[in-house]
């Protein structure tokens, strides 16, 4: 029966994906569906791909593991990260592209800074193809523990066949095949989670058993300055992920973009409180319940949703429950392999004198090429999913936020000062990953790196030439 749903599950994403395929008629149709799609498809969708394989393992793993010390600092640094992205960097990124004709982040930066020697483009570049990479490695290895857990197959096996699923639609379809799938995955998400939450709470609600003493650190969610900062850093990511900046960029019209907000903070908000609370009903039904793969020997957190599926749900819904699961792992995963095929077909000078319709197949091409790359590095790696997720999105945050919220809304950024924080930010975060460390604390990188990136752009936009005022008026400023 769960063969059968998931089969049926491929076959609709690829139905979707031969469709999209249909209505793409041009690299610009591959990359942002000519900023075509309404407010609803447009914030799940960016939801979605936030989210990830992060919200239905990381997250209820790491509050199962550790207590709401984790899950209630990140959801309330991701909560109000998200709800300022759309508010600031939304509208204005919208218009910005349009007036600039532009589709990708280094292509709106290499306009917004006059850069006709190509540094920001190729710079911007480079960070986005280092961090996206193991970003979707990360969403490859997510669906590896899904695989591996529901069918007992080898690890290697489940990687293969991620990869497989995951490719398939968006070679296919791009970004329109990307959107609407993630609209379905980001509704089928939720669905879960609910469905879990509900069973899960009636499964122990009779029980005598007091999750507080099962696990006394399970409620507590005080912890030190350092450590609360760095978990709420989380939120300063969202204004440089390039997966989420896309949404903005392909939505129908700027009036759309206060609908989409409700939408997507509305979503983001019921999702994550709901995945906390699943973790916190796991740590009871797992007293009552030992579940041998979660807490067991040799078991990990990280598979609590999982386990709890299988025995909360009847084989006929449990197959429907672990496509979500497969939904929050593509939905990431798809997305970022579509801005990576972006840089390379419309930011690499190579490629810039093809016709649309051979770049189109071009980023088909760069799809299961980025792919094949991120099946090696998740292959080899043996990290969490949680780590693995927060390096790419604090590269991200701090190499490409601090210079996204000045580019839009201080006409005083150079081009030098943009070239300065992204070095420096994406500099800091692999510095600070790998030899900085604060004994007793968790101390994300992010936090640093964002505030060295944005002081780096402001003091030397200070001593450098602006760009022209042609281009400041062009842009609103």
Known sequence: ?????????????????????????NNQDFIIGGRSLGPVTSAISAGASDMSGWLLLGLPGAVFASGLVEGVWIAAGLTLGAYLNWLIVAPRLRIATEVTSTVTIPSFLAKRFEDNSGVIKTVSTLVIL???????????????????????????????????????????????????????QGILML????????????AISGADVVISEVKPEAFKFSTSFITGASLMAWGLGYFGQPHILARFIGIDSVKSIPK????????????????IAIALIGIGYDAIHPLSSVSGEGGNPE???????????????????????????????????????????????????????????????GVV??????????????????????????????????LMILALCWKGTTKAGAIAGMIVGAV??????????????????????????????????????????????????
Request: charged share 10%; glycine share 8%; hydrophobic share 55%.
């Open 191 to 202: 669905a879960a989670l609910t469905a879990c939450l509900i069973l899960g709470y009636t």
């Open 303 to 365: 598979r609590i949703f999982l386990a709890l599926t299988e025995v909360l749900f009847h084989p006929v819904f449990a197959g429907f429950i672990l496509a979500a699961v497969l939904a929050a792992v593509m939905s990431t995963a798809d997305s970022q392999l579509l801005v990576l095929t972006s840089s390379l077909t419309e930011d690499l000078s190579i490629f810039s004198k093809l016709d649309e319709k051979k770049k189109a197949w071009i980023s088909r091409g």
């Open 1 to 25: 029966m769960i063969y059968l749903q998931f089969g049926l599950y491929l076959a609709l994403m690829l139905g979707i994906g031969y469709y999209s395929m249909r209505k793409t008629h």
């Open 428 to 477: 800091t975060i692999f510095v600070v990953k790998n030899y900085v460390s604060i004994e007793g604390e968790y101390f994300y990188e992010l936090m640093p790196a964002f505030i060295l990136a944005f002081i780096s752009i402001v003091v030397v936009s200070k001593v450098t030439k602006a760009p022209s005022q042609a281009t400041l008026q062009k842009l609103n400023f």
């Open 130 to 184: 280092f961090f996206f990479t193991l970003y979707v490695a990360s969403g490859l290895k997510g669906g590896t523990l899904l695989f591996a857990h529901s069918f007992g197959v080898s690890e290697e096996v489940a990687l293969y066949v991620t990869a497989f699923v995951v490719v398939s639609y968006t070679f296919l379809g791009g970004y329109l095949a990307v959107c609407w799938t993630d609209l379905i």
């Open 369 to 402: 090429a980025f792919a094949i790359l991120a099946l090696v590095i998740a292959s080899n790696d043996s990290g969490s999913i949680l780590a693995m997720v927060g390096y790419a999105w604090g590269g991200f945050g701090a190499a490409f936020g601090p």
């Open 260 to 275: 989409a907000r409700r939408v997507g903070i509305t979503w983001m908000v019921l999702s994550l409180v709901i995945s």
